[in-house]
C-alpha cells in the first residue's frame, strides 16, 4: 500500500523503525478515529485527502473558540457624543 505511494521517496519517517509513517498511522496522528473511512479512494487519493485535511481535534478547538466569541456579550461601544 505505501509502496506505490513513496515513488517520489518523501514522506514521514518513522521515529523509531526504518520507514516511512503509514497512512493509518498518520490519519491517528493527525486525529482521525481509528474507524475513519476513506471510502472507495486509491492510495493517492487517500494520501492525499489526509494531507490536504484539516485535523478534527483542531477544527473542534477552532470552532469552540469561534463560538465562544460569538455568544459572549460585548459590551456596547462609548457613545461619541457623551463626555468621558
Given at each position: 500500500m505505501v509502496?506505490s505511494?513513496r515513488?517520489?521517496?518523501?514522506?514521514?519517517l518513522h521515529?523509531?523503525?526504518?520507514?516511512?509513517?503509514?497512512?493509518?498511522?498518520?490519519?491517528?496522528?493527525?486525529?482521525?478515529?481509528?474507524?475513519?473511512?476513506?471510502?472507495?479512494?486509491?492510495?493517492?487519493?487517500?494520501?492525499?485527502?489526509?494531507?490536504?485535511?484539516?485535523?478534527?481535534?483542531?477544527?473542534?478547538?477552532?470552532?469552540?473558540?469561534?463560538?465562544?466569541?460569538?455568544?459572549?456579550p460585548?459590551?456596547?461601544?462609548?457613545?461619541?457624543?457623551?463626555?468621558?
Amino acid at each position: 500500500m505505501v509502496r506505490s505511494f513513496r515513488a517520489y521517496n518523501n514522506g514521514l519517517l518513522h521515529p523509531d523503525e526504518n520507514r516511512f509513517v503509514g497512512l493509518r498511522e498518520l490519519t491517528r496522528l493527525q486525529s482521525f478515529p481509528d474507524e475513519y473511512d476513506w471510502g472507495d479512494s486509491t492510495v493517492e487519493e487517500a494520501w492525499a485527502r489526509v494531507g490536504n485535511s484539516v485535523p478534527p481535534l483542531f477544527m473542534r478547538a477552532v470552532a469552540t473558540t469561534i463560538r465562544e466569541h460569538l455568544l459572549t456579550p460585548t459590551p456596547p461601544p462609548p457613545d461619541p457624543s457623551r463626555p468621558v
